[in-house]
């Protein structure tokens, strides 16, 4: 079946600091992908839908400067989350609907994020 | 706006016992979708029920959907120490954008 990937699958940084995850569709082409956030014993949040070639759709309540997606290939986007704070250590998972006729969407493996 | 809510929370069972899960949503669609994660990991895909009525089976677990109630159900028949983990519904909002339940975090005990 398709494949998603992230990478890396996790990162500790120092607050202050910015870090990029990325997303790959291994063996199909993804348009739009989206990301989630999943803090600990919590359900997932959609935080973004990522468009190839053009802006990320962001949900209510998510600050646009603060994680920035570029969707620049078919299969390639990346989550950037820029001056991170220890608040934004979270789970981050992304997903990509596949070639049409498949009626869902699969999952990367996710990104632990630790902001010390 | 689209919610969707489970029911428990969590639960804790004996091994062999029957127990099922709930998963209520505020918005009419026809699509619902059944996960699993287990600690520290990413999504499994359980079931893809993709009208009403739809009923689908794999091993101890079977899914069920009723759109006319907004309903689907995720019934555990002889639980097992494996089948511990925390699951989620999802109800798409557009074609593939998802709404996750709550969650339910189960607990088997031997």
């Known amino acids: 079946g398709a494949v998603v990937s992230q990478h890396p699958s996790r990162v500790i940084c120092k607050s202050g600091t910015s870090v990029k995850i990325e997303c790959r569709s291994l063996?199909?082409?993804?348009?739009?992908m989206f990301w989630y956030r999943q803090f600990p014993k919590q359900s997932l949040m959609l935080m973004a839908t990522?468009?190839?070639?053009?802006?990320?759709?962001?949900e209510q309540g998510v600050e646009k400067d603060k994680f920035l997606i570029n969707h620049a290939s078919l299969t390639l986007s990346t989550l950037t989350v820029t001056s991170a704070h220890p608040e934004d250590s979270s789970f981050y998972i992304c997903?990509?609907?596949?070639?049409?006729?498949?009626?869902?969407?699969?999952f990367g493996p996710g990104t632990r994020l630790t902001v010390l | 706006e689209l919610k969707v809510e489970q029911n428990p929370l969590f639960l804790s069972m004996q091994e062999g016992k029957n127990y099922t899960i709930y998963c209520n949503y505020s918005?009419?669609?026809?699509?619902l979708y059944w996960y699993r994660q287990d600690p520290g990991k990413s999504l499994e895909s359980l079931f893809v029920?993709?009208?009403?009525?739809a009923v689908k089976q794999e091993g101890r677990l079977m899914a069920s959907l009723d759109t006319k109630a907004r309903l689907s159900t995720l019934h555990i028949t002889a639980a097992v120490h494996d089948l511990s983990a925390t699951y989620f519904c999802?109800?798409?909002?557009?074609?593939?954008?998802?709404?996750f339940g709550t969650g339910t975090r189960l607990k088997v005990l031997a």
């Open positions: 997903s990509a609907p596949p070639p049409s006729g498949v009626y869902e969407q699969f």
């Open positions: 999802a109800v798409p909002s557009g074609t593939y954008k998802y709404i």
């Open positions: 918005t009419t669609s026809d699509r």
């Open positions: 990522s468009n190839e070639g053009s802006k990320a759709t962001y």
């Open positions: 063996d199909f082409q993804a348009t739009t």
């Open positions: 029920l993709l009208s009403n009525g």
